[in-house]
């Protein structure tokens, strides 16, 4: 089993319409969570941390639930310039106190006019 | 503040070579991890270095090797390439070894084609 599953999409979405994503991870002790965006042919980069408390930035909001092993991505009002994929990203630590990050596939995003 | 950067951007090679891509971190940073990307999927990850030292090291085989210097800056060697090693090879910085609410920033990464 995959430490971390996404929904590879892709959402193809009308301009202000709502989405969310979906990701799960299996590894029960990981301790902190991300979600990337990575745009066709470049670099992820750091969309939003994810905090068990929800927290929003503009129109995301991210979700964790330890519980479940559940985290979410919602973005409101979608802009064209949201198309990308989104990455969501898994850190469970190790014992050498380094980062051991796992992401998912991605889920592809397209926001038509 | 130069991001972080990676050369060389492109790169072919045949099967059977061996490959050293560079990375420098942002200025301050002491941490470098690699990740390799292959089409459609998730970056997965290599190896992560911190104050020159390996601190992490992801499911790959030991044809793939790295190291960091004095500056921070970082190689990953590619020894015998393989068509599988086909992918994104991604550096990241960060400016401690454990990446909580800190970002952690890529560069735009290396393309490695081996034919």
């Known amino acids: 089993r995959k430490e971390v599953e996404q929904d590879p999409g892709p959402f193809n979405v009308p301009e202000g319409a709502t989405v969310a994503f979906n990701c799960t991870y299996s590894?029960?002790?990981?301790?902190?969570f991300f979600w990337y965006r990575q745009d066709c042919r470049k670099e992820p980069k750091l969309l939003m941390s994810?905090?068990?408390s929800g927290n929003e930035d503009g129109r995301f909001t991210a979700q964790l639930n330890r519980a479940s092993q559940y985290i979410s991505l919602l973005i409101r009002d979608s802009k064209l310039s949201d198309s990308a994929t989104y990455l969501c990203?898994?850190?469970?630590?190790?014992?050498?106190?380094?980062?051991?990050?796992?992401f998912g596939t991605g889920t592809r995003l397209t926001v038509i006019p | 503040d130069a991001g972080v950067t990676q050369s060389p951007t492109h790169l072919i090679k045949t099967r059977g070579q061996q490959v050293t891509l560079r990375c420098s971190p942002i200025?301050?940073?002491?941490?470098v991890s690699w990740y390799q990307q292959v089409l459609g999927q998730g970056p997965q990850f290599i190896f992560q270095y911190y104050e020159k030292e390996e601190r992490g090291r992801g499911n790959f085989p030991d044809r793939f090797s790295a190291r960091q210097f004095p500056n921070y800056s970082s190689e990953l060697n590619v020894n015998a390439l393989l068509l599988g090693d086909s992918a994104l090879y991604l550096c990241?910085?960060?400016?401690?070894?454990?990446?909580?609410?800190?970002?952690?920033?890529f560069g735009s990464g290396t393309q490695l084609s081996v034919l």
């Open positions: 990241a910085s960060s400016p401690a070894l454990q990446v909580t609410n800190e970002k952690l920033l």
């Open positions: 994810v905090y068990s």
């Open positions: 590894n029960s002790a990981s301790q902190s």
């Open positions: 990203v898994v850190n469970i630590g190790s014992q050498t106190g380094a980062n051991n990050l796992f």
């Open positions: 200025s301050g940073h002491k941490s």
